[in-house]
DNA sequence: AACCTCATGTAACGCGTTACATGATTGG
DNA sequence: CCAATCATGTAACGCGTTACATGAGGTT
């Protein structure tokens, strides 16, 4: 039910499947991600609902764009899925089940190899999000953000770095401890 | 391909289907979830592909139990799987883009509102987690544990910890913020 | 008698991914 | 001329959810 709802949310301006695309592979790549494929049958389905309303432009290059806007009903539904609590659902995190099975390769070293592969992984996804959090704050002069559209997304990017600092807090973590057992193991079995 | 390489790692001790769904429901429960009409498909799919074999056992009570015990294959797939890399996917986190939508609320109360709730769930999420790491400190008497799978299961563990004190530490700053904000608003427009 | 746990599944549906189709314009 | 960008889609497939079916044995 997300996606859709993601939609109208964006659709609070008015926007084409394309530029919506484009949302997801930019500002919303930390916590959502919708190929065109699936955008624009979901565009046609909001629209049957009474949601969205679409009149087609013509464009400079390529086909006509369809341009849809949220009607009054849209913006009811979308209200009632914001105000309905939070929505948590199930996460589905393969590197943490990575982790929990790591021991079968029975090797620590091929565990220290894993954890600085995430960790570099993480490192720059964390440099992006961050190039984000420092345009903000350039545009704000370093306080946070008035307007409520912007106080609102800035949240939800301060969100996305708690979370990858945390992952990145845990790679150290273990890595220390990882770095503390071979240290204990090589001085129990001294080389000669 | 994670749900498979999960059982795959789950079956390195033989079990049923049944065993495996009561795994998703506790031990795995922070990463990964799977229901048992998703899970008996995919270890017919596992023995087909050679992975898994099985044998039936009488039950006490209830149909027969099929138990699957892993191939010298299926092991070898396993650490093929573990050691290709971080399994690092995209996530759709849903509670994050009700953040970065929430001023169609128009309403900073709302926002507040939705925040505590988040914090509630999370807090009790963390409750549990944390009773599963005080039951490794109080086994290990406060070390790190020494055994390789209890090692790994308990880093598995670390990370959804520091996952979710992220995210308990976002809530407390964003309402922090809020806080801020409302005391600055109600001294600009002061009560009679 | 009703309900819980053990133990196996199937079927329908929805969400998400990958691949492909079409076609105009602009830049190297 | 080739590639990228703009702009629309469809089709096939796979993963995940919900609901349902079956039936034995033990508990309240």
Redesign the pocket.
């Known amino acids: 039910?997300?996606?859709?709802h993601i939609l109208l949310g964006y659709l609070q301006k008015p926007a084409?499947?394309?530029?919506l695309?484009?949302e997801f592979a930019d500002g919303a790549a930390h916590f959502w991600?919708?190929?065109?494929?699936?955008i624009?049958?979901a565009?046609?389905k909001l629209q049957r609902h009474g949601w969205l309303e679409c009149r087609e432009e013509p464009?400079?290059?390529?086909?006509?764009?369809?341009?849809y806007e949220i009607t009054e009903a849209g913006r009811a539904e979308l209200r009632d899925w914001l105000a309905a609590g939070p929505h948590i659902g199930?996460e589905?995190l393969g590197y943490i089940a990575q982790t929990f099975f790591l021991d079968a390769l029975g090797d620590l070293d091929e565990t220290t190899r894993i954890v600085e592969a995430m960790r570099a992984r993480w490192r720059a996804t964390l440099a992006v999000l961050d190039a984000g959090r420092a345009e903000v704050m350039a545009a704000t002069g370093g306080a946070e953000p008035e307007d409520l559209e912007l106080f609102h997304r800035y949240a939800a990017l301060r969100m996305g770095l708690h979370q990858l600092r945390a992952k990145l807090a845990w790679c150290d973590e273990t890595l220390a401890i990882l770095d503390r057992r071979t240290a204990r193991a090589s001085s129990d079995t001294p080389e000669v």
Chains 1, 2 share one sequence.
């Open positions: 039910m997300s996606l859709e084409t499947g394309y530029d695309g484009r991600h919708a190929e065109r494929s699936q624009y049958p565009l046609k464009s400079e290059r390529g086909p006509a764009r369809k341009v199930r589905r």
